[in-house]
Each structure stands twice: as C-alpha cells, then as structure tokens.
C-alpha cells in the first residue's frame, strides 16, 4: 500500500542548532574557529557601497560635456561635502558666471565628457553581522561570514513577521488557551520575549512594543488584526523585513487557537532564558518557518534536519495555502487516484475536516503535518 509524507514543524527540547551567518558582500571575519560567542556579539563586517548621485554639470553651466573635464574644480577619487562647488564656469572677466554643487557628501567617481555629467558616490554603509545565537563558530565561510552551532530547544512556527531579536523568555500566560490582552503586558517588559496563549490582541502588541517587548509569541491571530500591524494586507506568505518594532511569531494559525501544549510548556520550561527567534517565513519554494531558538547546554547530538512524517487517516494537519491558510483540521482519508481541482490540474489530494466541522478537499502539497 502506498503511504504519503509532508514535512512537519519541529518542536524540540534537544537539538543541536547550526545557524549560517552570510554577509551581502565579501567583508572581514571578526572571529576564530571555536571561539565562544553571544548573540548580539559581531562575527563579521562589511561596507555596502553608497547611494549615487547624478549631477548635470553640463547643464548647470551651460556648456558641452566635453568642456566640462577642464572646468571641474573636483577630480576623480576626491572627496567633496554636501553643496560643495565641484565645477565651476567664468566668461567676460566674471560677468558670466556659474557653479555646479555636489547634491551631497561623497566621492567623485566618475566625469564624463560625452554626457557632460559627475557621478558623486556617497559614503559606503556599514554593515555588521551578529552571530544571532549563543554558541560556538564551528566554520569560517571564507571572507562572507561563518557557522555557528549551538545545542538547545527548537520551536517553529506557522508565520512570523519581523526580523532577528534576542531577549529573555517571559511566560504571560497562565495556559496555551488564555488570551493575550493589553492588560497582561507589564510597563517593565523592555527587551523580553512574550509569550502568550491563544489569540493576541492589537491592543497587547502595541502595548508590548511601547513597553520596549522585543517579541511575542502566541498560538493564533486574527487575519484583519495582523494587516493592521504591518499597515498592509499580508498576501504570499514571505515575511521577516517588516518593520513593527516587534517579532512576533504564530505557532498554530489565525483565529482563537490554543497554542500547542508541548509548544507551551517547552517555552514555559525555559522561562527567564535567553532565546532568539526570527519571524521570517517563506511557503513556496525553500521553506523558511519562524523559529525561536533557546540555547541550552544539555542538548543532544541531533542533526537539524526537517521532520519527515508519515499521513494517515487521524492525523492532525494545518492547511498552508489559500484560501484555507491557518486552518487546523483532521485528515478523513487518502484518496490514491488523481483528482481534479479548481485550477484543473490532476494532483492527489486529501479529505479534511476542519477543527469548525468543515468537510475539506486540499491538494496534498498544501498542508503540513502537525507533530504530536
């Protein structure tokens, strides 16, 4: 008889965690193989080159371009401040007189006699890579970053948004069920990760991010909450660059949904640590889950390779497309012929009943195993 696998969300206490850190372009490496670090420690840096500037020299003093080279006050390579003159154009003992500027700080990099413009470079952007977790470099990935390993606890979840942030796990909730309101965020709250039970409020996640929470973790989210916090619809789940002061990261879905038990008490058990956790989430190609990693000394030598498991009639799914996406429910059985669906394709697909009762018929690449 044949059997079907989907890849399922980890959720483990013990798990030895490996964390590529890559900068966007060569640069120098700061640390050493086997050295210790701290996840707010930098391990690499880099300069992105600056914003460029166009400057119509020619224009600005009515000439040719290729009279421009002669008049420059500027060569190439030379630094200039912001309204600087850079060229300059005198006629009739000063009567005619003109100046171009630079529009801004930078370096002259490049005069050019056909178009009669100057390109004026700004000043390069510093960029600095931070290891992201506790642990070890295990690898020095040439001048582009390194690897980092830890051992620890491992939660992923259903979707995040917002970046990389590190603080200390504050449990909030008394149970995986309870709601999170504003009034369960304290004033004293600055650089803690929250973790919540079930549905979250817009009212706490502004409330935490005010009171300086670094992040929020909770079970479920309303669709229409979530769109406000971001300022957008959020379509094609492909998060991590918003910018809402917080990461914040759903274990389950939208709607009331109680985080998982094992999820609640392996953050309830490592109360008071430090975590770090990254909202970015990709469904399509190259999954990316959110993730909230707790680094801890005791864990075993497990490879951090994905959860293959197998689907059977009982098991518990999340739907991950639209227009179902979130949706818990229980597979009612596996067809094994091809079926036809909307977009008249012919793919195997999945009976499910959802946790609200619906009878559901997903295609098999749209839903997730949920790990007991």
Known sequence: MAQAYTPG????DSITIRKERRLPLPGRVLVSV???VSAEDVVAATELPGNVHTVNVAHDLNVNGEEVPRLMLKAEGDPVEA????????????????????????????ISPVTGQV?????????????????TIVQILGDEGVMVECGGALLQGILGIGG??????????????????????????????????????????????????VGVIVGGIDAAVLDELIGERLGVAITG???????????????????????FELLKA????????????????????????IPHPSSAEVPPEPIIAELKVGSSVRLIRDPYFGILGTITALPED?????????????????DDGDELTIPRANIELIQQ
């Open 270 to 293: 490592h109360a008071g640590q430090q975590a770090s956790l990254n909202g970015a989430t990709q469904i399509r190609a190259g999954v990316i889950r959110p993730e909230v990693i």
């Open 119 to 135: 390109l004026v470079r700004g000043p390069a952007l510093p960029v600095e890579l931070t290891a992201y977790i506790d642990g």
């Open 241 to 263: 660059h918003e910018e809402v002061g917080l990461t914040l990261i759903i274990t389950e879905g939208f709607g009331e949904l109680p985080m998982a038990q094992r999820s």
């Open 83 to 110: 309204q600087e003159p850079i060229a300059e154009y005198k006629a009739l003992w000063g009567i005619f007189h003109a100046v171009s500027r630079s529009p801004a700080a930078g370096t002259i990099e490049n």
């Open 9 to 12: 969300l980890t959720v483990t």
């Open 338 to 354: 091809l079926q036809e669906i909307e977009t008249e394709s012919l793919v195997r697909v999945v009976h499910v009943r959802s």
């Open 164 to 213: 990389e942030a590190h603080g200390e796990l504050a449990l909030i909730a008394e149970s995986p069920d309870q709601r999170l309101t504003a009034e369960h965020i304290a004033k004293d709250c600055a650089g803690q990760v929250l973790v919540g039970g079930s549905l979250v409020s817009l009212e706490a996640l502004e409330h935490a991010r005010e009171a300086g929470a």
């Open 34 to 36: 086997g050295q210790a």
